[in-house]
């Protein structure tokens, strides 16, 4: 599948937008230290390249598994660092670590590819919420089974700079799905080990 990369319309159009914005907040966005922003911003918001695929074009983008019978073992992919940007304020959220994890049904994933599956699921305008259950779809999507849970700490710049400007508030989100929701043994064992 190929890169969806901003058109150079699109490119545009976010530099006279964050021309007229620079304008808006009282400054010159001709001055010197502000003449390559627009362009800059626009060169940063191909960071969104999520947002141009649909969460089963990720699925075929990552689907390169391996078939193994099934040992019943769970895989556990933790705390994997991502970050996104919060649809609301366009505010970063950050520190965010990413746990994934499955019950092989007939297939396992290459550990790099869960990885590239929540980093694109992040590079899109978001809700914590969202990111865990898209990367559970995508999941089990890719894997053929239901057996999926994913869990994410992250902090917001939107509660920790801005607004209630509150530091180190960290927000805990999870989907459990299949045996996951269950049996809570093993939703045990995974807290236990995250």
């Known amino acids: 599948m190929e890169n969806r990369h901003l058109s150079e319309e699109q490119k545009r159009t976010i530099e006279e937008s964050v021309r007229n914005i ?28 999520g947002m141009r695929y649909t969460n089963e074009e990720i699925a075929r983008m990552f689907d390169r598994c391996f078939e193994e019978p099934s040992s019943g073992e769970m895989v556990l992919v933790k705390n994997m660092d991502a970050f996104s940007y919060c649809e609301h304020h366009l505010a970063l959220m950050y520190n965010m670590k990413i746990s994934v994890a499955y019950l092989p049904k007939t297939k396992v994933i290459g550990l790099s590819k869960v ?32 057996d999926v849970l994913v869990h994410i700490e992250g902090e917001h710049s939107c509660m920790t700079a801005r607004g209630i400007r509150k530091p180190g508030t960290v927000t805990t989100t999870t989907v459990s799905c299949g045996a996951f929701k269950t049996d809570a043994a093993l939703r045990t064992e995974v807290f236990s080990q995250l």
């Open 115 to 146: 990885a590239r599956i929540a980093d694109m699921v992040c590079k899109r305008l978001q809700l914590q919420e969202r990111i865990t259950s898209d990367i559970a779809q995508i999941m089990q999507l890719v894997l053929g089974t239901e």
């Open 22 to 49: 620079l304008a808006a907040l009282g400054d010159d966005p001709d001055r010197e230290g502000l003449v390559d922003t627009p362009e800059r911003v626009a060169r940063m918001y191909d960071v969104f390249e």
